[in-house]
């Protein structure tokens, strides 16, 4: 994305967003300072985030890629008049999203995440030894509504707070396909996010009957959004929303605090395909909800009940 590109009408959760230049841009790619370890330090500090545009080797990515569809085909998601590699939907499939089960069946996905050149980027930047979470956040998301705008913390707060998310997309990501957006600035956003930011969406007030009734059902009380419409979101923040058309090879990381959301998948019959995952510095506590072979996650058993 630059000054001459002819940008589309970009929409996330439903809502048109504004496109004038001093509230929706690009992402800075950080590539160029990938093997500057202060610099990217540096960086982060002041974007919140660090694109890494071609970090990743693309014939990895894609190998992973090719996995993930076959097993979306093997699960009959896929338009079987297209090939596999064009990732298109089944009719009737708009409720698939989230399968993070795929993830832990791909060695080649387990490998490009948590070993190799990633694991490497993540001790280099920490400056130590680093470990991950133990769930990986794989999607395949249909064309429709993406996620709606909000922070990591209160997803993955009760370690500690400097952990990082990495998202990745297998393949190439044109325009109306959609992808990752970022709130610039928004990580600096203190004031808006000090009574948002620390929540946590699996905490409930034992206390209180309906709130407990949902913990007990595996729901929460407090979902972490912080809005249904992203364009008065940035009214209200500030900066803009920047994005970029991604490729197989790019992932983008940033810190808990950072207001991130999704551009809508406007193509009539295309899976979106990414992932997140999360890395920290071994010597910090690590939120228990995520580790082990088979994390609780937002399950009843990662449900903590407080006295309100």
């Known amino acids: 994305m630059n000054a001459t590109t002819a940008l589309p009408?970009?929409?996330?959760?439903d809502?048109?967003?504004?496109?004038?230049?001093?509230?929706?841009?690009?992402?800075?790619?950080?590539?160029?300072?990938?093997?500057?370890m202060p610099e990217l330090r540096r960086r982060l500090a002041e974007d919140g985030y660090l694109y890494m545009k071609g970090y990743l080797d693309r014939d990895q990515v894609l190998e992973a890629r090719a996995k993930i569809l076959a097993h979306l085909g093997a699960k009959n998601l896929l338009d079987?008049?297209?090939?596999?590699?064009?990732?298109?939907?089944?009719?009737?499939?708009?409720?698939?999203?989230?399968?993070?089960e795929v993830a832990d069946e791909i060695p080649e996905v387990q490998q490009l995440l948590y070993s190799g050149s990633l694991v490497e980027f993540y001790r280099r930047l920490f400056g130590e030894q680093i470990r991950h979470y133990d769930f990986t956040w794989l999607r395949a998301?249909?064309?429709?509504?993406?996620?709606?705008?909000?922070?990591?913390l209160p997803y993955m707060g009760r370690g500690t707070d400097r952990h990082?998310?990495?998202?990745?997309?297998?393949?190439?990501?044109?325009?109306?396909?959609?992808?990752?957006?970022?709130?610039?600035?928004?990580?600096?956003?203190?004031?808006?996010?000090?009574?948002?930011?620390?929540?946590?969406?699996?905490?409930?007030?034992?206390?209180?009957?309906?709130?407990?009734?949902?913990?007990?059902?595996?729901?929460w009380s407090f979902t972490g959004?912080?809005?249904?419409?992203?364009?008065?979101?940035?009214?209200r923040f500030g900066g803009r929303w920047l994005t970029t058309e991604f490729e197989a090879g790019d992932f983008i990381t940033f810190g808990m605090f950072l207001v991130h959301a999704a551009v809508d998948n406007k193509t009539e019959n295309q899976f979106r395909i990414s992932s997140d995952s999360r890395y920290q510095k071994a010597s910090e506590s690590i939120d228990e909800r995520w580790i082990g072979p088979n994390p609780p996650g937002h399950s009843v058993a990662g449900k903590r009940g407080r006295v309100c």
């Open 141 to 152: 998301m249909p064309p429709g509504k993406g996620t709606n705008p909000h922070s990591d």
């Open 80 to 100: 079987p008049a297209y090939p596999k590699a064009d990732a298109r939907c089944r009719s009737g499939t708009e409720g698939v999203a989230f399968i993070p």
């Open 9 to 13: 009408q970009f929409y996330s959760y």
């Open 225 to 235: 959004t912080l809005s249904r419409n992203p364009p008065r979101l940035r009214d």
């Open 164 to 219: 990082m998310t990495c998202w990745v997309p297998y393949g190439d990501i044109p325009y109306k396909l959609g992808g990752l957006m970022v709130l610039e600035g928004s990580h600096k956003r203190m004031d808006l996010l000090k009574n948002y930011a620390h929540r946590d969406v699996d905490s409930y007030c034992v206390n209180s009957p309906i709130q407990k009734r949902r913990a007990e059902e595996g729901k």
């Open 15 to 36: 809502c048109a967003l504004d496109m004038d230049a001093d509230k929706f841009g690009a992402l800075r790619s950080s590539t160029d300072a990938k093997n500057d």
